[in-house]
């Protein structure tokens, strides 16, 4: 799957998390540390959270240029549940 930012750049799903913002946000800051742009989508469910992620869960998204140096970092971190 692919998404696009308001400034035209387009994103990569690289994980979905059912478990929740949480997860996600570790993930992201995971991405982070390695230097790795990214960024969860939902980005904020403020009107519905709990019924909004149990619906359709928080994915992670990369640059498509980074997806696959992405999921070898994440792949290295066994406590994020995906």
Same mark, same amino acid.
């Given at each position: +799957?692919? /998404?696009? &930012?308001? /400034? %035209?750049?387009?994103?990569?799903?690289? /994980?979905?998390?059912? &478990? %929740?913002?949480?997860?996600?946000?570790?993930? @992201? &800051?995971?991405?982070? %540390? &390695? %230097?790795?742009?990214? +960024?969860?989508?939902?980005?904020?469910?403020?009107?519905?959270?709990?019924?909004?992620? /149990?619906?359709?869960? @928080?994915?992670?998204?990369?640059?498509?240029?980074?997806?696959?140096?992405?999921?070898?970092?994440?792949?290295?971190?066994?406590?994020?549940?995906?």
């Amino acid at each position: +799957m692919r /998404a696009s &930012s308001s /400034a %035209g750049d387009e994103w990569t799903v690289i /994980a979905h998390f059912s &478990s %929740g913002v949480r997860d996600a946000d570790i993930a @992201v &800051s995971k991405l982070h %540390g &390695s %230097g790795i742009p990214a +960024m969860r989508f939902p980005f904020n469910s403020a009107c519905y959270p709990v019924v909004g992620q /149990a619906l359709e869960g @928080v994915r992670v998204l990369v640059p498509p240029d980074r997806a696959d140096e992405a999921r070898q970092v994440l792949d290295t971190f066994s406590e994020i549940p995906r």
